[in-house]
């Protein structure tokens, strides 16, 4: 039973008429006296109609029951006025468990030092491509392995999303690199992506040393990520790191037009604790499970970068900045350079927005053996 062994992972035992009835919430049981080799196998049956699905992890059967709306959040003061996105929010935040469309079961059955957590969505395929060609390639660098994966919800709805799955579901066939579960993959449900991520990570991969958590459209100098966490004086990743662009006292964004926009009903405080921003970061194997465990008594925060950073406080630990971390594009000294530029970015860990083509050009000419770059 390894994947219930460390039983943090909770669960409410209900005997259907046809199924044996599983359903994982927050609350903590045990599960591992219990004899699962005894219900048929079976594969997603993923009916729209229906108000539950049936999903395959790992051999075993579960029916997760559909989220509810909790209706009363419309008694909020003022609730009327927010924008639609924040409404829609609210009325979900409290859903934490979602079936699992892709699983990677034996990810990490092998070694893993670093491995890369990519936020995608079903649409951006070709930044998909373009990250397995290059700086997300699984290998040994260094001695050490790199392996990745993709974190996913669904888009669209009806033909369209079914239509999008199985785009996925081809691309898992030919790269085994996707992890999907049922919610709409929108701005903000990137909260619940990650300690969805960290829900399985905890099962699934504890012993990865050392985790990249990015977008799927920023530059990531894994070489260099590789040889900064090697270098490390005293951490195998079973200690606390976790660093990339710092924000300290970022203000909470009070517009209504924002993106951003978070209204004090979910927030009071002006400002957020420190974060790293979500562009990309680096942590330790140790710190993606004590953001997860403290994640269990926090309610979501739909800024998924700034929620770590109340994960991490609450665990007493700080983030950190890493002067290597570009989230916020860059001000390349040399003249007439842009973004492009190779000799700036070979020493970098991270540089936010690339276009899948230019990702391509610059992983290749950052190892250009014969690049000359003025020191
Ligand atoms: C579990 O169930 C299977 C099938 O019913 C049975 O063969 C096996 O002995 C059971 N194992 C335990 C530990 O009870
Ligand atoms: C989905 O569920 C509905 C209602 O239970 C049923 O009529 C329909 O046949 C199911 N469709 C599939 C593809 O299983
Ligand atoms: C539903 O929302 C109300 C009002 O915000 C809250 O008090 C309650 O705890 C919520 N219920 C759940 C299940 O999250
Ligand atoms: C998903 O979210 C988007 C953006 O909020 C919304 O337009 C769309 O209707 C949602 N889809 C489903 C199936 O809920
Ligand atoms: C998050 O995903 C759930 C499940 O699809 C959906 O009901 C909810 O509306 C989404 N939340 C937001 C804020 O898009």
């Not at 919800?153 to 085994?176: A, H, I, M, P, R």
């Not at 530029?341 to 276009?355: A, I, K, T």
Request: glycine fraction near 6%; aromatic fraction near 12%.
């Amino acid at each position: 039973m390894r994947i219930f062994r460390r039983g943090n992972i909770a669960a409410v035992f209900v005997l259907g008429a046809t199924f044996l009835v599983i359903y994982f919430c927050q609350n903590s049981a045990d599960l591992t006296n219990y004899n699962f080799s005894s219900s048929p196998l079976t594969d997603v049956v993923n009916n729209d109609s229906q108000s539950e699905t049936v999903i395959k992890l790992h051999t075993h059967e579960f029916l997760v029951p559909k989220c509810e709306a909790n209706k009363s959040v419309a008694d909020m003061k003022d609730f009327s006025s927010l924008p639609d996105t924040i409404k829609n929010f609210l009325y979900y935040r409290h859903c934490r468990t979602f079936p699992l469309l892709l699983d990677l079961p034996g990810k990490c059955s092998k070694e893993v030092f670093l491995l890369l957590v990519i936020k995608s969505s079903p649409l951006n395929y070709d930044r998909r491509e373009v990250l397995r060609k290059t700086w997300a390639k699984e290998r040994l660098h260094n001695g050490a392995w790199i392996r990745r994966i993709f974190i996913l919800g669904t888009s669209d709805s009806g033909y369209e999303k079914k239509k999008l799955n199985k785009l996925l579901k081809v691309e898992q066939e030919d790269f085994n690199d996707i992890l999907q579960w049922d919610f709409n993959d929108t701005f903000h449900n990137l909260t619940l992506k990650q300690m969805l991520f960290y829900g399985w990570m905890e099962r699934n991969c504890p012993n990865a040393r050392f985790l990249f958590n990015g977008d799927d459209d920023v530059f990531a100098h894994t070489d260099n990520m590789v040889e900064y966490l090697q270098n490390l004086p005293d951490n195998d990743g079973s200690k606390h790191l976790f660093t990339g662009y710092l924000f300290l006292n970022e203000k909470v964004v009070r517009w209504k037009g924002s993106k951003y926009f978070i209204p004090v009903q979910i927030q009071e405080s002006n400002t957020y604790l420190p974060y790293c921003g979500g562009g990309g970061y680096l942590l330790s194997g140790y710190t993606a499970l004590v953001i997860y465990r403290m994640s269990q008594s926090i309610p979501i925060h739909p800024i998924d970068d700034a929620y770590m950073g109340i994960c991490l406080s609450k665990a007493g630990l700080s983030p950190s900045s890493h002067i290597g971390v570009k989230t916020l594009g860059l001000n390349i000294p040399s003249k007439g350079a842009d973004n492009l530029e190779p000799c700036y970015l070979r020493d970098l860990l991270l540089v936010h927005r690339f276009l899948p083509a230019d990702m391509y050009l610059m992983w290749r000419e950052v190892h250009n053996p014969h690049l000359k770059c003025n020191p």
